[in-house]
């Protein structure tokens, strides 16, 4: 089909009993009749996990249950909170008919309600808490998770239980799970096109530096692997713990390693804390200019834009992308959270994979289907929806999403220069050509729960080279 263009630690108790329940915000939202507002129904959780009965829907029929689950606090909330946010818009306007589901009510008449928990940034919450929602609160599938490690913590859970996770997060790749729908970008779809213009507009000599864990570790091999293949010099590779605040021994090494950027892979709060200490330094984008993949419009508007003016992220989405659908998307965003609230890349994917779910179960419903997790796969795969950033598609081979590739330019007022993107989706390749080549993603049947990855050793088949 034809696309448009254009912290880790240990979970005491006392930790799980302060972070295993809902916050005072969360609720189940039940759309009412024309002209009256919303019935809101907080929901509770103890620690032992038991949960108070769901609204019914306003036209007497039963609701459909789903998992609402990121971090609203603990060092990824800075980011976390605005997918929740983003989820939260979209589900509301499935429900109520408005947005880009104007002239509808919920999915057939059914309204979504929303289970939301907080993982609290804590890896081990998000496992026990990915399991409540499956096996306690009955929900249809979870809407969830930003970080690697937490989707490794949660992986495992929905293979075993056999459900769905919609996960909206750019990765390293490397997975293949029939279980999981990918709406964040694949490695071709973020790293593949930044490094070439790092090298071009740059210089040949990176720096690279990242949080301690999966995503940053092997985002970073990835990047080192096409760097090298490109012709040029990896000059120094550090990580620092999740939360990290203080980098003064990092920049002083990369003061001594004298690269021509730095490709930064942190996370959280320890960028702001990065980008603020690296000026303080005297090292400016002029110097030493950063490419990110991490950091977003969120990011930048917490540390001030002073500090990122002239650095660079990789994203398939920035708020300055002109589509008649992002402007709408900006507009009822701030409409509801706040004029001076900003969008971003990962929150835009949480929005995606919501109404890619919406769109499945009105399929379903329309059908006459059951919902559970096969009738759900299946007509997950293959949706397409004209999001803020263009018009999108869930891979029916892979379950990964057609995005845009852009890479944009921090400018003085938090707002992106888009400096390069593609004209149109790109098809996602979860593993990385310059480290597996030839090694594909492909689910023979829709639910092919074996090992679906297949590895030539050869080049990949032009078609999958190409834009949409």
Not at 111 to 133: A, F, G, H, T
Not at 281 to 308: N, W
């Amino acid at each position: 089909m034809k696309l448009n263009s254009s912290n880790e630690g240990g979970l005491t108790r006392r930790r799980f009993i302060k972070y295993g329940s809902f916050a005072a915000a969360s609720s189940i939202m039940v759309a009412c009749g024309q002209g009256g507002g919303d019935t809101t129904k907080t929901t509770t959780t103890s620690s032992s996990g038991a949960t108070s009965s769901a609204s019914p829907a306003a036209d007497g029929k039963k609701g459909i249950k789903v998992g609402v689950m990121y971090s609203t606090t603990g060092t990824i909330a800075i980011v976390e909170k605005s997918l929740q946010d983003a989820t939260f818009l979209a589900i509301d306007q499935i429900n109520e008919g408005t947005g880009p589901w104007a002239g509808k009510k919920g999915i057939n008449g059914q309204m979504i309600e929303k289970v939301v928990v907080n993982p609290d940034s804590n890896w081990d919450l998000y496992n026990q808490m990915s399991k409540r929602l499956i096996d306690e609160d009955k929900v249809v599938c979870v809407l969830g998770c930003y970080t690697s490690a937490s989707r490794k913590s949660v992986l495992p859970v929905f293979e075993e239980k056999n459900s769905i996770l919609y996960y909206p997060v750019y990765y390293e790749g490397n997975e293949c799970s029939s279980n999981v729908f990918y709406t964040g970008a694949a490695p071709n779809q973020q790293i593949t096109d930044s490094i070439p213009y790092c090298i071009k507009n740059f210089g040949k000599k990176g720096f690279f530096i990242g949080s301690d864990y999966i995503y940053p570790k092997e985002s970073n091999r990835i990047a080192k692997a096409e760097l090298v293949n490109g012709g040029g010099e990896v000059v120094g590779d550090e990580y620092a713990a999740l939360g990290t605040t203080e980098f003064i021994t990092i920049i002083n090494k990369i003061k001594q390693a004298k690269p021509n950027f730095i490709l930064s892979n942190l996370v959280g709060d320890s960028i702001p804390a990065f980008y603020k200490q690296l000026k303080d330094a005297g090292i400016t984008s002029k110097d030493i200019p950063i490419m990110a993949f991490p950091t977003t419009e969120e990011e930048i508007q917490a540390m001030g834009p002073e500090f990122a003016e002239g650095h660079y992220s990789s994203f398939n989405y920035f708020q300055t992308v002109d589509t008649p659908e992002n402007k709408a998307f900006v507009e009822q965003f701030k409409a509801k959270f706040g004029k001076d609230r900003v969008t971003n890349g990962v929150m835009e994917a949480a929005y995606i994979q919501t109404f890619f779910m919406a769109q499945a179960m009105e399929k379903m419903a329309k059908e006459g289907k059951e919902f559970n997790t096969a009738n759900l796969r299946e007509a997950t795969r293959g949706q397409v929806f004209k999001a803020p950033q263009g018009t999108v598609k869930s891979d029916p081979d892979n379950y990964h999403t057609y995005l845009y590739s852009r890479i944009g330019k921090w400018k003085s007022d938090g707002q992106a220069e888009i400096v390069f993107s593609t004209k149109a989706a790109v098809k996602p390749i979860p593993w990385s050509q310059a480290l597996y080549k030839g090694r594909l993603c492909v689910h023979k049947t829709p639910d092919d729960r074996s090992s679906p990855n297949v590895e030539t050793k050869k080049d990949i088949p032009a078609e999958f080279l190409k834009e949409a």
